[in-house]
């Protein structure tokens, strides 16, 4: 025994003995620990895990809060700024129609004998008809008014003012083969539609080529029909002609581009309003592009104005008493122009297309007009008669 | 999408005159003069692409002589682009010219007289 416990072996044994249990102690201690700390980190995980959930939806919440104040301010930008575009407009429209009749009446009533300054006025007037175009495609993408008319016209004749409102007016031929007179409320947004038609028709044709407007019945109304020779639309421009066309509700007018190309949306703005279609997705028979505006029965009447019996007397009065203010009141108008001279030529142009029947009519309305000529022409007659100085030298034919 | 306020009342002419001269030259006033007299040639028919503005001048001066001003008056439009048109008509041979009546001057007396004994004659 004595000899074991001399023996160095044991105490060596024994001293591993006990590191070991100290050893093994203190691993399970720290194993202890570590599997508490663990414990203690994924717990934090999870809580982690959870802010980071809470966290992103509340980032989404206040995205979306976000996108949708942006979207309101935008709207509430649009709207105030067409809210302040249709005042303008509304005074430019105004003014530009003023400058219109000035133009009118000083071609008529000053200088219309001398053929410089009538061209020269013509000038002035095909720029200022298509300024007033411009001023109401904008106040119509701005849910503005274009100008109400006071009587009905024929469809050729809104053709012809349409042609009126464009720059190369001179390409553009007018085929008519009906007899029907636009409702006077459609007449302005009809003129403007088919302005802008005529528009791209000419921009985007070779200069020279000519643009056709044919109008023919068909069934349900009456159809506008304008060709150009142009090389086509690409699939691209057909289908956002087709959406600004078949747009429901307000346009955006900084969607439009810069510089804007208002002319499809302010087609589509216009039809969607009054009732009519305007499509452009047919090829015209000279490759180009076919535009076609459809007239609903709704928008048409038969009634053509009739001549005013007393037009010849009164031109001055009431066209020089509308530049008294800047303006004019439409009850003063409807009053007093009654029997102008401009209401008159309105009245005779709406006179049918060939349709001799019809012109027969109307011949009563015509006859004292034509009594007066034919008493005036024999006064003048005899007069001549019993002058012998006279020489028949210049008649002709 | 309706507009604020009404909607005002658009006055202007609606066919602007340079469309119905179709931006064509405008003729000087050395054929038709604001006195020249035109009516319509016998036995004529109105060609089929009339304009409204041309069926008015074909039924205006059916009746009898007219002056070219009074045809412009008429139709409210200015007398130069109702000149075009006359012109035109005048061109393709619809129309009939005569020269304005010289200003009255005065005649001798002896001339009147001789004319009224002549008409108390004749009556």
């Known amino acids: 025994m004595t000899s074991l416990i001399k023996d160095p072996l044991l105490w060596v044994l024994l001293g591993v003995l006990i590191i070991a249990v100290l050893a093994v102690m203190r691993a399970r201690r720290t194993n202890m620990a570590l599997r508490k700390q663990s414990t203690e980190l994924r717990a934090h995980r999870d809580g982690l895990d959870a802010e980071r959930l809470r966290l992103h939806a509340e980032y989404q919440n206040l995205r979306a809060e976000y996108d949708r104040a942006l979207a309101e301010v935008r709207s509430t930008a649009e709207s105030e700024t067409k809210d302040v ?42 720029t200022n008809s298509q300024f007033g175009r411009r001023a109401q495609g904008i106040a119509a993408l701005c849910g503005g008014w274009l100008g109400r008319r006071e009587v009905a016209a024929s469809v050729y004749d809104v053709a012809r003012s349409a042609q009126g409102r464009i720059r190369h007016f001179d390409r553009v031929q007018i085929h008519s083969q009906v007899n029907v007179a636009v409702a ?60 600004l066309l078949n747009t429901r509700g307000p346009i955006s007018i900084t969607s439009l581009g810069s510089p804007p190309r208002v002319g499809f949306a302010v087609a589509g703005v216009l039809a ?43 031109s001055d009065g009431p066209e020089s008493s509308s ?37 027969d009519a109307q011949e009563p309305e015509h006859s004292s007009e034509v009594t007066a000529s034919r008493l005036g022409a024999f006064a003048r007659g005899t007069l001549l008669g019993r002058d012998t100085s006279i020489t028949e030298g210049s008649q002709e034919q | 999408m309706s507009g604020h306020g009404e909607d005002a009342l658009v006055s202007s002419e609606l066919v602007r005159s340079y469309v119905i001269t179709g931006g064509r030259q405008l003729p000087t006033d050395d054929e038709l003069s604001l006195h020249t007299l035109v009516t319509l040639a016998p036995d004529r028919q109105l060609p089929l692409t009339a304009g409204p503005e041309v069926r008015a001048i074909w039924e205006l001066c059916s009746g009898g002589y007219l002056a070219v001003v009074e045809v412009a008056a008429h139709l409210g439009l200015p007398v130069g682009v109702a000149r075009l048109l006359l012109t035109d008509l005048a061109e393709q041979g619809h129309l009939l010219r005569r020269a304005a009546p010289p200003r009255a001057k005065p005649q001798e007396r002896a001339v009147i007289e001789k004319v009224l004994h002549g008409l108390l004659k004749a009556l």
């Open chain 1, 85 to 126: 575009l249709r005042a303008w407009m509304r005074t430019l429209q105004v003014l530009a129609d003023e400058q219109q009749r000035s133009i009118s009446d000083l071609a008529r009533l000053k200088y219309g004998n001398d053929p410089k300054i009538l061209a020269d006025f013509m000038t002035i007037d095909h």
């Open chain 1, 184 to 243: 006077s409320t459609a007449v302005e947004p009809v003129a403007v539609v088919l302005a802008e038609l005529l528009d791209n028709a000419t921009n985007y044709s070779a200069p020279g080529t000519p643009v056709e407007i044919n109008i023919q019945s068909v069934p349900t109304g009456v159809c506008l029909i304008i060709d150009d020779a142009g090389l086509g639309i690409s699939q691209e421009e057909k289908d956002r002609a087709s959406a």
């Open chain 1, 272 to 314: 969607a309003r009054y009732g009519f279609r305007v499509s452009v997705d047919s090829v015209s028979p000279y490759g180009g592009v076919r535009a076609v505006i459809l007239l609903p029965e709704s928008l048409l009447t038969q009634e053509v104005p009739q001549p005013a019996p007393t037009a010849t007397t009164d």
């Open chain 1, 323 to 359: 530049y008294g203010g800047p303006v004019p009141s439409p009850v003063a108008i409807v009053g007093k122009t009654a029997g102008g001279l401009p209401k008159r030529r309105r009245a005779v142009a709406v006179v049918p297309q060939p349709d001799p029947s019809v012109s």
